[in-house]
DNA sequence: TTAGGGTTAG
């Protein structure tokens, strides 16, 4: 229902203009009072006085203008109401049809831009320049690389592949749709990059986990001298050296901010936070943390799952309620890290609690990723009763996930029995991962059952499936070294094997012999000391030993779990060299120290 | 006379 006064304040307002300005029409008049509009009632008042003066069909500028107010609004329903002025208008130009199209795409209605896009062309309306940013957005948004590719080659045909904005678009469009090559394409081609360009080009690939190119791209980009790289740039970096490990590049950024930007906003700042905690600096993530004056849950999901990583679960879960306590609610993200910081410390009763806690509350619907977090915490502390019985009561579809985790769970408490449940499940879901193979194949053999071993690799074999290998990294003045188990490819081969040697000698006296248990061939034992002595972990540390001052931290990455051999062995280095090592494994980080480690050897 | 690209964090 029109209410009468909101036009008379409207009009009271207008006041002032007609009085000092007399050469003020009627159109003029109605204008001024569609560009005051706040709300669809005040708008919907102002288009009547446009129809009522006859402006609506009379002037091709008042009616674009009715529409593209109504279409930018953002009011509640105003895409539809705008859809009803569009179609009252009898001739739409070039700027009604784009004023369609950016109003459904920034209404998240891809689809509908489109459609109005090809209304366009199907009534030989000739798009322009503006026409494409926001229609490529859509095709973006929707992930159509055909309809995306289609509309290159109208920009192509119609001349606007020179218009910096199309450009632009275009590289995003083929980033977000994972079409690189081409998206390097039209980036290579453009003689005049942007901040814009690059961003582009920079989270497109961090969207697809290409850190390392993601980091690159970034490195060349602060190279361009007029190019200020902004916040968002900073946020995409940080978030690269977070999962690639690259702390002294994560470091710089921060040091360039500091000097830069006098406030940090939180996005910036739990980048920090994520990137401090995912390369193996708690405390300095747990000091930004601390100091920051704003956090939300991607905060705190960042610190709970951070001390998750580093096997600290009790301080997770304080710091799980503190964000209650603040008033914030907890997401799927921030479940999945309470529950992983459960898992990673074995506190079964806190996770069960804070599973039924989620379930009952009913605000978080609980996914595939949940439920396998569950598993994970009841199978690692042996409950694998409980934990089948959790797979299958799940209300949602079983994920291969969840199967391998409650398979990893067997064959660490030696049921074969269940772990052929979970084989036979695994397989059905014709799992391509070559490590689920590698698992039940290692499971077999711990029991001896050779021909099952057999029959797993054979299928490795007929699938074609890769074995990803194993590799430690450990970073030296800058420089990072690589090793992969058996390596000798490295300069100082020599020294670091005759170093091995001496690490070996020097466990002996300290009680230590192989734990041969977790290998997997069928061949003899000495075969099988000759293979552990070898793994790149402890190749990496011989490496570090031989190379970093006395007493200083050793730091290593490495991309698989770290084997139950790698982790006493790495205990008993530690007290023999009086040294602190850092492991990060493909899950959580190990710090060992006078012969123990922080994840209290469950992990 | 009307407008457009990269929105970043767990």
Redesign the pocket.
């Known amino acids: 229902m029109i209410k009468a006064p909101i036009l008379q304040s409207l009009l009271a307002s207008r006041d002032d203009l007609t009085t000092h300005n007399p050469e003020c029409n009627k159109e003029q008049e109605c204008l001024y009072l569609l560009k005051r509009c706040k709300t669809i009632d005040e708008f919907k008042q102002v288009h009547a006085r446009f129809i009522k003066l006859s402006l609506f069909c009379s002037s091709q500028?008042s009616a674009?203008?009715v529409l593209?107010t109504c279409a930018h609004s953002g009011w509640e329903n105003s895409m539809n109401y705008a859809a009803s002025i569009f179609r009252r208008i009898d001739d739409p130009?070039?700027?009604d049809f784009?004023?369609m199209i950016?109003g459904y795409?920034n209404y998240m209605s891809f689809e509908e831009a489109l459609c109005v896009y090809n209304e366009m062309i199907e009534g030989g309306i000739e798009p322009?320049?503006?026409t494409?940013?926001?229609l490529l957005?859509a095709c973006?948004w929707l992930k159509s690389i055909r309809e995306g590719k289609q509309i290159h080659g109208h920009v192509f045909k119609l001349g606007?592949e020179d218009?910096?904005?199309?450009?632009?678009?275009l590289i995003?469009m083929y980033g977000r749709c994972g079409e690189m090559a081409l998206s390097s394409e039209v980036f290579e081609k453009l003689e005049f990059k942007?901040?814009?360009?690059w961003?582009?080009m920079v989270?497109a690939r961090?969207g697809m986990g290409m850190w390392s190119e993601c980091l690159m791209l970034f490195r060349e980009m602060c190279g361009e001298a007029n190019l200020k790289a902004?916040?968002?740039?900073?946020?995409?970096a940080l978030?690269a050296c977070?999962n690639t490990g690259a702390l002294n590049l994560g470091m710089s950024i921060h040091g360039f901010l500091l000097r830069n930007i006098s406030k940090l906003?939180?996005?910036?700042q739990?980048?920090l936070v994520?990137m401090y905690v995912k390369c193996g600096c708690l405390d300095k993530a747990l000091h930004i943390f601390k100091k920051m004056e704003c956090r939300?849950?991607?905060?705190?999901?960042?610190m709970i799952?951070g001390l998750a990583l580093h096997g600290e679960g009790e301080a997770a879960l304080r710091m799980f309620s503190e964000m209650i306590e603040e008033g914030l609610e907890s997401?799927h993200?921030?479940y999945v890290?309470v529950l992983n910081a459960c898992s990673h410390s074995g506190l079964v009763k806190e996770g069960r609690r804070v599973f039924q806690e989620m379930l009952r509350e009913g605000k978080v619907e609980p996914t595939a990723e949940h439920y396998g977090c569950l598993v994970d915490l009841l199978g690692r502390a042996g409950l694998l009763e409980e934990a089948l019985e959790t797979i299958e009561s799940m209300p949602i579809k079983q994920n291969d996930v969840v199967w391998r985790s409650f398979l990893s769970s067997c064959r660490v408490h030696q049921n074969v029995e269940l772990g052929k449940i979970a084989a036979r499940e695994l397989l059905k879901l014709n799992s391509h991962n070559p490590g689920d193979y590698l698992v039940i194949s290692n499971m077999y053999a711990k029991a001896q059952m050779w021909e099952d071993v057999a029959r797993a690799r054979t299928e490795i074999a007929i699938k074609g499936l890769k074995q990803t290998p194993g590799f430690s990294i450990v970073e030296l003045k800058g420089k990072t070294h690589r090793f992969v188990s058996q390596d000798r490819s490295h300069p100082q081969c020599k020294e670091i094997y005759k170093m091995l040697h001496q690490m070996e000698w020097q466990l002996k006296f300290e009680g230590y012999s192989p734990d041969m248990t977790q290998t997997l061939l069928n061949v003899d034992d000495e075969e099988k000391r000759e293979r552990l002595k070898g793994h790149s972990q402890k190749v990496a540390i011989a490496f570090a030993l031989l190379y970093t001052p006395p007493g200083s931290i050793i730091k290593i990455a490495r991309n698989l779990r770290m084997c139950s051999d790698c982790h006493t062995y790495t205990k008993k280095i530690s007290i023999i060299y009086e040294r602190k090592i850092v492991v990060r494994d493909r899950n959580r980080f190990h710090l060992f120290k006078d012969g123990t480690c922080s994840c209290k050897d469950y992990w």
């Open positions: 500028y674009s203008s593209a130009c070039t700027f784009n004023t950016r795409v322009d320049n503006f494409y940013p926001c957005k973006t606007f218009d910096v904005f199309v450009q632009n678009s995003n942007t901040a814009a360009s961003s582009s989270s961090a902004e916040e968002s740039g900073m946020v995409t978030s977070a906003n939180i996005a910036v739990t980048s994520d939300n849950n991607l905060t705190y999901s960042a799952s997401d993200v921030v890290s």
